[in-house]
């Protein structure tokens, strides 16, 4: 019977040799393949003895480490869906994913379990675990019990694999819905396209809670069968000591710019690298520029986001183009790119309209959301991205802004209005406005403008502080003005590109 369980073509990939080194931790561990193997048949069938539904979700707010990434893997194996959760999460945002989802079952931190579990129980969850980033707590000792053999569940094309949240411009968080088909349809063009080679080593380390790191890097990586250099949390100068081992690494904008600011970084540092990958945010031509100066390496710029994977990516093969700074190279094979005006016609090549997707990546709607579902697709079946660009004569697609109102700090995604909502709900709050303004680290970074009702004293110093113990930290702003009026337009809308010229010398 023919398995299109994505688990299942990855462990197809692994090396003959089982007793390889498959992934090496920042702290000298190495796992082979074998390990590999067993460990996430033992985590699958503890899923599996647990009687859980078809289709049930595996929600987990855990901090990177090689075990999380087994329980992914596992999760898919055992034929459920992932459904991962950025750890800088605050308990109202992970009640919200929590109910909203439904999770069978919730995998949080040993610090969390109290807060977590109540949430999670009172939703109707059954099974709490925990793990820590130390090989420790309930769902190693749980599973340590169960067999390292197992066979993966048979799954289709269109049977989800993982359900990823991503905000919206109004309202709360969608979950966006992945299936097998997407992900491994995605990971084996990439495959091609980024000429993986046998003998390729991963510098990996991104989050694995989001697109670039669990998807991209992670399926690269295993469906290639080659090595991981891992590490948990992302240090410019543990990177360039890696490079003289590894061939390819995929990094955020913010990566490549703190890496730049080390004098370690160099062409000899450099020269046994294959590729150097960015994506997630725009990637300055100054750091595009620089990079090359440095390091003798022209970066590989790709676009991408939760609902589609991969869409658009710069060129590896000289024959197929060159690496065009400032843009995000061509459609990726079998994808299908194209950009609209706002009355859904076709654009002249190289004018600016609303960036549309097809193809086998693109995902199969919002998690209990029809309606929305149905509002992001067009009458013949087209994503509507959100984001805003031209395709040029040569097929260079370049994406010049966002018709979503939408900050991307440091590679992750920041909806003003849901901080907005937060901040209107504070006391003496009149109004609010959230802008994104360039920051040399973050790429954009946020910054409130409040109005205050009248006769209250406001200080923006406390909001923050307020916000802080509310909402993940990447989301708070990092500067907050209290004003009396905010700029507005005839029809009273307020004027956020004015704030935006305001604000945008903040911290140059
Ligand atoms: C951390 N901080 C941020 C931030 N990350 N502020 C704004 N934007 C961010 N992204 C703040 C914290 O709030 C804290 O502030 C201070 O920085 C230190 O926190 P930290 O956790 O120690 O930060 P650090 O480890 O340095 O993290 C920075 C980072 C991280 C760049 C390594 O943000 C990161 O890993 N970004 C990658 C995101 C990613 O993987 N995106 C892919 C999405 S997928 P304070 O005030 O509390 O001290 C996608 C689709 C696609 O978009 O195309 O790929
Ligand atoms: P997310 O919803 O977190 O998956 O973020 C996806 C968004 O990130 C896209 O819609 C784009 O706006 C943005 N993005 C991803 N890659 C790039 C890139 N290379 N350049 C500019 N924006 C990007």
Not at 84 to 105: M, S
Not at 184 to 207: E, T
Not at 370 to 398: A, H, L, M, Q, S
Request: aromatic share 8%.
């Amino acid at each position: 019977m023919q398995n299109d369980n994505l688990f299942a073509a990855l462990r197809a990939a692994f090396p003959r040799d089982l007793d390889a080194v498959a992934v090496e931790t920042d702290d000298g561990l190495a796992y082979s393949w074998r390990d590999l193997d067993r460990a996430t048949a033992m985590l699958a069938n503890l899923l599996g003895s647990l009687g859980l539904a078809e289709g049930a979700r595996v929600a987990v707010q855990v901090e990177k480490s090689v075990e999380a990434m087994l329980l992914y893997l596992a999760t898919l194996r055992a034929g459920y869906v992932f459904l991962p959760l950025n750890t800088a999460y605050q308990q109202a945002e992970i009640a919200y994913f929590i109910e909203n989802a439904e999770p069978a079952v919730v995998v949080t931190t040993p610090k969390n379990f109290g807060w977590v579990s109540r949430i999670a129980f009172q939703a109707g969850t059954r099974h709490v675990f925990t793990l820590g980033d130390d090989r420790t707590g309930t769902l190693l000792d749980r599973a340590s019990h169960c067999s390292d053999q197992q066979q993966p569940a048979v799954k289709g094309i269109d049977d989800l694999a993982a359900i990823l949240y991503t905000s919206g411009t109004t309202g709360r968080s969608k979950g966006a819905m992945l299936s097998h088909g997407n992900l491994l349809s995605n990971a084996r063009v990439l495959k091609d396209y980024w000429g993986w080679v046998p003998g390729d080593v991963l510098i990996h380390a991104l989050p694995i809670f989001h697109v670039h790191g669990l998807f991209v890097a992670l399926h690269g990586a295993l469906l290639n069968g080659s090595q991981m250099l891992w590490l948990n949390k992302f240090d410019p100068r543990k990177v360039i000591e890696r490079l003289p081992r590894a061939t390819v690494f995929m990094g955020v904008p913010t990566l490549y710019t703190r890496m730049l600011a080390e004098p370690a970084l160099t062409r000899e540092a450099a020269s046994h690298m294959r590729l150097f990958i960015s994506g997630s945010a725009p990637l300055l031509i100054e750091t595009f520029n620089d990079w090359q100066a440095r390091t003798g390496h022209t970066i590989l710029e790709r676009y991408g986001m939760s609902e589609t994977i991969m869409l658009t990516s710069n060129p590896y093969r000289a024959q197929d183009g060159e690496r065009r700074g400032g843009t995000v190279g061509f459609p990726l094979p079998g994808v299908g790119v194209r950009v609209r005006d706002d009355a859904g016609q076709p654009v002249p090549t190289g004018e600016i309209g609303g960036i549309q997707v097809s193809g086998p990546n693109v995902f199969k709607g919002y998690w209990r959301m029809p309606e929305k579902t149905k509002e992001e697709f067009t009458e013949d079946g087209w994503f509507k991205t959100g984001d805003v660009g031209r395709i040029d004569e040569r097929g260079y697609v370049t994406i010049v802004g966002r018709s979503k109102d939408l900050i991307i700090s440091g590679g992750y995604n920041v909806y003003p209005a849901e901080i907005e909502g937060f901040i209107n709900e504070m006391p003496g709050v009149a109004e609010s406005a959230l802008v994104g303004v360039p920051h040399p680290d973050f790429g954009e970074v946020g910054v409130a403008v409040v109005i205050p009702k009248p006769g209250a004293q406001l200080d923006g110093e406390a909001l923050i502080a307020t916000l802080k113990t509310q909402l993940a930290n990447f989301k708070i702003p990092k500067k907050c003005f209290v004003v009396a009026e905010l700029p507005r337009n005839t029809m009273g809308k307020v004027q956020k590109n004015l704030l935006r010229e305001q604000y945008k010398g903040l911290f140059a």
